[in-house]
């Protein structure tokens, strides 16, 4: 059996079915399947029982997939270190918050494809947390603050937000001026979040609330305009709207902390070195724009 076979079986394994995996490799299920039944026939066991609803380890398989988990992996550390420098190849299965992925993030993905032009970039732009691992991710960006988790993240540059709210909104229901005043307004949120803010030297923490939520910084900042409530979003979001007038600022004797983007993967010993490049390519880029989030500061 080859390292794409191991590859596969892996994919299916962790997938739970041989469409998902098809989907997470980009090839046809058609090719999936031939490549577990040729697995299976080397080895004379039945690895994957297959269900209506996708497919189930035996035990047999779950003893295999951890071994050729573990084989793929010293393969590709292998391949790594006897590349050219510079030359990468293989696939990139990238996970990119929709906000901000297509403007900010995308431009140095396809220049880091036009660089290792043997690399293949899968891109999925969606603004909820994937699962790395269920999923089949090499790594993913996410912007804002961290949820604890067991993942490794490393950050590759700063974003700023503000509180914000519609000048219709703050003739409706005031602005607020103090931390305690924020309970009397209605908060846009993308969940039940905590927001952070400045006090002195001190990091305070309120729990906001409100009735209107997305999961979209574009979708809040909509909300925002039409005066729903109060919203706090990146510079980069509100830059235009505070521009023409559409949002002020307030409560601004606050200021959130400084927020981050971050490339988090998987737990392991070492990232792979097209995660390697890509984190490099990434703070390289926010170095070279620090007004990409819409304010230079």
């Not at 996708?54 to 270190?81: C, K």
């Not at 960006?141 to 219709?168: C, E, F, H, M």
């Not at 574009?218 to 007038?245: F, H, Q, R």
Request: glycine residues 8%; charged residues 20%.
């Amino acid at each position: 059996m080859d390292i794409e076979e191991l590859q596969t079986f892996v994919a299916v394994a962790d997938a739970g079915g041989v469409s998902p995996a098809a989907r997470r490799l980009g090839i046809s299920k058609s090719i999936v399947s031939r490549r577990l039944f040729r697995i299976e026939a080397e080895l004379g066991v039945q690895l994957l029982a297959r269900t209506t609803r996708g497919a189930a380890l035996t035990e047999a398989g779950m003893t295999f997939r951890d071994h050729a988990a573990r084989a793929s992996a010293e393969i590709d550390t292998a391949r790594e270190a006897i590349l050219p420098t510079g030359e990468l190849r293989g696939r990139l299965r990238v996970a990119m918050p929709l906000t901000f992925g297509p403007t900010h993030f995308a431009p140095v993905l396809a220049e880091m494809a036009r660089r290792h032009a043997q690399l293949h970039i899968h891109t999925v732009y969606s603004d909820r947390f994937v699962d790395l691992i269920a999923e089949g991710f090499d790594c993913a960006i996410r912007v804002g603050y961290l949820q604890d988790s067991n993942l490794i993240a490393k950050r590759v540059g700063p974003i700023y937000g503000k509180l914000v709210a519609s000048p219709d909104y703050i003739r409706a229901h005031g602005a607020p001026e103090t931390l305690e005043q924020l309970a009397d307004h209605q908060a846009l949120m993308q969940g039940t979040e905590p927001w952070q803010f400045m006090d002195g030297d001190r990091i305070a923490t309120v729990q906001p609330q409100g009735r209107f939520k997305a999961d979209n910084a574009t979708a809040l900042a909509a909300a925002a305009a039409a005066g729903l409530g109060i919203a706090w979003l990146p510079d980069c979001v509100t830059y235009e709207y505070v521009a023409s007038g559409a949002l002020v600022a307030v409560m601004t004797r606050y200021p959130p902390p400084s927020a981050g983007v971050y490339v988090v993967r998987p737990p392991g010993q070492h990232p792979a070195r097209k995660v390697r490049v890509l984190i490099d390519m990434l703070a390289e880029y926010f170095a070279r724009n620090p007004d990409v989030w819409g304010l230079d500061r």
